[in-house]
């Protein structure tokens, strides 16, 4: 089993900074991609940022220039630094990673969500 483990989350006002983290643990043979993803009240979740193993980044329309998503894969940790923080951007904030188990097992796993508030 494969656990993915938030933190960073919190109340910020517009214009402010947060990291977010999400540590992978559990039986990792590798990692593949990592993401973060959000979901606001009422709407459907969506991609914020992914980053391939190899450090190729992808990013939303909306956060291009603001948010900077990293890993570390020595630690099994993926990273989320959000600048120029604005009320839209409020939301649950979901870590998700594509793990190859040990027995050579592709799977998709997801965090526990972790809030983020920007108050205007």
């Known amino acids: 089993q494969v656990q993915l483990v938030e933190s960073g989350g919190g109340l910020v006002q517009a214009g402010g900074s947060l990291r977010l983290s999400c540590a992978a643990s559990g039986s990792i043979f590798s990692i593949g991609s990592m993401g973060w993803y959000r979901q606001a009240p009422g709407k459907q979740r969506e991609l914020v940022a992914v980053?391939?193993?190899?450090?190729?980044?992808n990013y939303a329309d909306s956060v291009k220039g603001r948010f900077t998503i990293s890993r570390d894969n020595a630690k099994n940790t993926v990273y989320l630094q959000l600048n120029s923080l604005k009320p839209e951007d409020t939301a649950v904030y979901y870590c998700?990673?594509?793990?190859?188990?040990?027995?050579?097992?592709?799977?998709?796993?997801w965090g526990q969500g972790t809030q983020v508030t920007v108050s205007s």
């Open positions: 980053i391939l193993s190899g450090g190729s980044t």
């Open positions: 998700n990673a594509h793990v190859v188990t040990p027995t050579h097992r592709l799977d998709d796993y």
